[in-house]
C-alpha cells in the first residue's frame, strides 16, 4: 500500500491545482463582458451559417480510414528500428502487413471511398 502514497499525492495536488486555478482566475481577473467579445471568432473572418450543420458521413469515414491507416505506418517504425535483429520471419510478417495494407487500399479506391465531392 506504501507504493501507492506518491500516486494519491500527485492526485490530490492535481486536483487542488486544477480547481483552484481556474477559481483564482475568476475571483482576481477581471471580468468585462462585450458583445464584441462574445461572438464566434473564426479566423478574422465573421461566422456564415450554422455551428449545427451537418457534415457528409464521408467526412466522418475518410477521418476514420486516416486514422486507421496513420495507426497502422506507426506500427512499422519499431520494425524498421529492430529491422536486423529481427531476421527473415519479421521480414515476411512485415511484408504480410503492407500487402494487407495494400489490398485495403486498393479496395478503398476502388469503392470510391478517396473521391471527395
Do not use: C, N
Amino acid at each position: 500500500m506504501e507504493a501507492y502514497i506518491p500516486l494519491a499525492l500527485l492526485l490530490g495536488v492535481a486536483i487542488v491545482v486544477g480547481l483552484a486555478l481556474p477559481a483564482l482566475t475568476m475571483l482576481l481577473g477581471p471580468y468585462r463582458p462585450r458583445e464584441i467579445k462574445l461572438i464566434a471568432y473564426e479566423s478574422g473572418m465573421d461566422p456564415v451559417g450554422s455551428a449545427h450543420e451537418r457534415f457528409s458521413i464521408k467526412f466522418y469515414l475518410i477521418a476514420m480510414i486516416f486514422i486507421i491507416f496513420d495507426v497502422e505506418i506507426i506500427f512499422m517504425y519499431p520494425w524498421a528500428v529492430q529491422y536486423k535483429e529481427l531476421g527473415t520471419f519479421a521480414f515476411v510478417e512485415m511484408f504480410i502487413f503492407i500487402v494487407i495494407l495494400f489490398v485495403g487500399y486498393i479496395y478503398l479506391w476502388r469503392k470510391g471511398g478517396l473521391e471527395w465531392e
